[in-house]
């Protein structure tokens, strides 16, 4: 009997250890990445770069083993996030931190106000870099608080990075309202009139001589000057960005882009005093849809040619845009005596609300009433306008087209036109100076201003192109 107690309990005993190695064994095999080379080693497991992972330990000390090592929080590097105390020199050293590993991120964690002055984020940095705002990030307040050691033509800026996210579900406070108050910004002035300067504001955040670039999610608002500016990147992709500043703030464009090629921009929502987009020279390849505009002064190609410079745009793509209570709609404009073209353009399904000047090309773009007319221009050419519907503000007609007296505009198409006036009675007489073009179906309100076929000049047109 003792024999037979004695053999069951070895054979409980490896029973149980045979079912525990089975679990083991679908446990690594459900979790790990096939093994090679004959390696035992576990692969890494990698946390996602925009939620930190939870841990009982303190999560902000450097020292903390458990803590992943791809996130840099800006507080364990000294920054307190009080909104008054200086946290410069902490975002730079965390920058650097992620700068040097792959997929690192600067973490500024919510439930903070970090101000930090004027800053070059400055690469190559390893792949994958993400800059992660969950708080609030702010400059200085006003032109009197900025260091005079400060350009003060920017803030923000990211210059040589390549694959890096700006990204997060905080927000970026300009502190706007100093500077748009200077006496040299447009009608701030005694009596309403625009003194002298020097007038110089900050870009609140500029990407600069960068690539594949990804910005979203976050609130930016009440910038000094442009709110987001891209300068020679290539592959930009723009995505829910909510920008804001008041419709009276001066030079507030919500997003500019130059020199810039392979652009996106989606599903966003802009409100300010300038321009909602506006594209400049050197700039092809750029898609924008699903964005509301408004108030502002609406979508822009330009202005080019100033200071008889050459500028090209190509391959610009606007759709399902709902633009409201702005100055402008959708809007080509270009200084007399510049060269070069703007050509390959849509502006298909959108939607006018109340807004001035719905469809323009102005080639006779001028801040003041004292420019002269030149004889070269920026050629403007197969631009298709296609179910364009909504109301205008009866003050102006809801389309201009403005074109060069020796450089016509030419292949303008209108497909689905319909603008009424949002209040008042109809403007029945659009206007148009040497434009050429076809209506592939009638518009509201008719236009019959529009030259049918090809200027006699068109070989001459040539010259200007890109």
């Known amino acids: 009997m003792l024999l037979f107690r004695w053999l069951l309990f070895i054979w409980i005993a490896v029973a149980l250890f045979s079912f525990h190695s089975r679990n083991v064994e679908g446990r690594t095999h459900f979790h790990n990445k096939p093994k090679s080379n004959g390696s035992n080693k576990k692969a890494p497991v990698s946390h996602s770069p925009v939620h930190p992972p939870s841990n009982p330990l303190d999560p902000d000390d450097p020292g903390n083993p458990k803590s992943d090592p791809h996130i840099f929080n800006v507080k364990s590097f000294g920054a307190v996030g009080d909104g008054s105390t200086d946290d410069t020199a902490a975002f730079r050293s965390a920058w650097k931190a992620a700068c040097a590993v792959k997929s690192g991120v600067l973490l500024a964690p919510s439930d903070c106000v970090f101000k930090i002055t004027s800053t070059i984020f400055s690469g190559p940095c390893k792949p994958g870099l993400v800059f992660q705002v969950d708080g609030v990030l702010m400059p200085p307040d006003g032109p009197d608080r900025w260091p005079k050691s400060d350009s003060k033509q920017q803030w923000l800026v990211f210059y040589r990075l390549n694959g890096m996210t700006f990204t997060g579900i905080g927000t970026i406070e300009g502190n706007g309202q100093k500077w748009w108050e200077l006496p040299c910004k447009p009608h701030r002035g005694p009596h309403g009139k625009t003194l002298p300067g020097p007038c110089d504001s900050p870009a609140l955040i500029r990407f600069f001589m960068s690539s594949n670039l990804v910005v979203s999610g976050l609130r930016i608002q009440n910038s000094p000057k442009f709110h987001v500016k891209f300068d020679g990147c290539d592959g930009v992709m723009i995505e829910k960005l909510s920008i804001s500043s008041p419709k009276l703030s001066p ?19 802009i409100a300010n005093g300038d321009d909602c987009i506006s594209i400049g020279p050197g700039c092809s390849g750029v898609d924008i849809e699903n964005v509301t505009c408004g108030p502002s002064h609406g979508i822009s190609i330009g202005s080019l040619g100033v200071h008889n410079s050459q500028a ?10 709902f633009i409201k ?24 399904n959108i939607q006018m609300d109340n807004v001035r000047n719905c469809i323009i ?34 003050r102006s007609p809801p389309m201009h087209f403005a074109c060069s007296d020796t450089v016509p505009c030419t292949n303008i198409t209108l497909s689905e036109v319909e603008l009424l006036p949002a209040e008042g009675e109809m403007v029945d007489d659009p206007f148009c100076w040497n434009a050429y073009g076809t209506q592939e179906t009638l518009t509201i309100p008719p236009i019959t201003c529009l030259q049918d076929g090809e200027p006699h000049s068109l070989s001459e047109t040539s010259i200007y192109r890109c």
Do not use: P
């Open 312 to 321: 090209c745009v190509s391959n610009i793509r606007v759709r399902n845009a």
């Open 325 to 348: 209570e702005s100055d402008n709609g959708v809007r080509i404009k270009t200084w007399q005596g510049g060269m070069g073209s703007v050509t390959g353009i849509t502006f298909e």
């Open 251 to 269: 030079n507030t464009d919500g997003i500019h882009i130059e020199d810039t090629k392979s652009v996106g921009i989606y599903n966003s929502v």
């Open 361 to 394: 090309i102005d080639q006779y773009y001028c801040f003041s009433k004292r420019c002269l007319n030149q004889t070269s221009a920026v050629l403007v050419t197969d631009v298709l306008y296609k179910n364009i519907k909504g109301t205008y503000d009866g």
